[in-house]
């Protein structure tokens, strides 16, 4: 069966320091990836997409980058973070029959 | 480009049904989820409808008319262990990926 690891659980880090949350997905081949964001009290926000190795989608203008170096891991990334990067972040798979995503277990990040 | 919208909010009593609804309008409609969260917890998925009618899963059914860009999520025989939020989500289908676009969320109370 399928399985998507999302680490870690809950980060705090200081106003301009740097980011990498990690992704990966078990049980099968070239999944299409995505990373949301979910603000407090908002909807979730696609912010990245892909469908291959080294193929990303950036959905939303931001202070955020992904990448993908393996078929099954996805990476988040940010140089410097804000404030305004605090939430909870979710990383999702989905096949290529495409019959919704299942989530990762979720990263809530609080940027002090 | 989607837009949807669900009510905020809705309170219902142990034992009784809900009708969450969902309207949507979308440039590239191709299937209707709707999923289940928790606070603090990842999104879980509850249904998918793609062509118009209901679909019944266990106490959960959900209607989908494509013609009105309407959807409803039924629960019946409500429980405690329901309250949550009910996100409802369109999948566009253009442009790869297969993305889905989310509404900001129903939250349910279910009161004894």
Redesign the interface.
């Known amino acids: 069966s399928q399985t998507i690891h999302q680490w870690p659980a809950t980060l705090v880090q200081p106003v301009g320091s740097p980011l990498s949350l990690e992704c990966t997905v078990e049980g099968t081949s070239n999944p299409n990836l995505y990373w949301y964001r979910q603000a407090a009290g908002r909807g979730l926000q696609l912010l990245f997409y892909s469908v291959g190795i080294g193929q990303i989608s950036s959905e939303v203008p931001q202070n955020l980058s992904a990448s993908r170096p393996q078929d099954r891991q996805f990476i988040l990334s940010s140089k410097k973070l804000l404030l305004s990067d605090s939430g909870f972040y979710l990383c999702a798979w989905a096949n290529r029959a495409f019959y919704g995503y299942t989530f990762g277990s979720g990263t809530r990040l609080t940027v002090v | 480009g989607q837009n949807i919208d669900q009510p905020t909010e809705m309170t219902a009593t142990e034992g009784a049904i809900v009708q969450i609804n969902c309207t949507y309008q979308t440039s590239g409609f191709n ?1 209707l ?1 709707w999923y289940q969260q928790h606070a ?6 509850l249904s ?1 409808n793609v062509l118009d009618g209901l679909e019944e899963k266990g106490r959960f059914s959900s209607f989908l008319s494509r013609s009105k860009g309407y959807s409803y999520l039924l629960l019946k025989e409500l429980q405690m262990k329901d309250s949550a939020s009910y ?1 409802c ?1 369109v ?1 566009d ?1 253009a442009g ?10 129903t939250q349910l109370k279910v009161e004894l």
Do not use: D, I, S
């Not at chain 2, 603090?40 to 998925?45: C, L, N, Q, R, S």
């Not at chain 2, 790869?96 to 969320?105: P, Y």
């Open positions: 299937g989820f603090g917890e990842a999104p879980t998925f998918y996100l989500a999948r289908g790869g990926g297969n993305k889905l676009t989310f509404g900001t969320g």
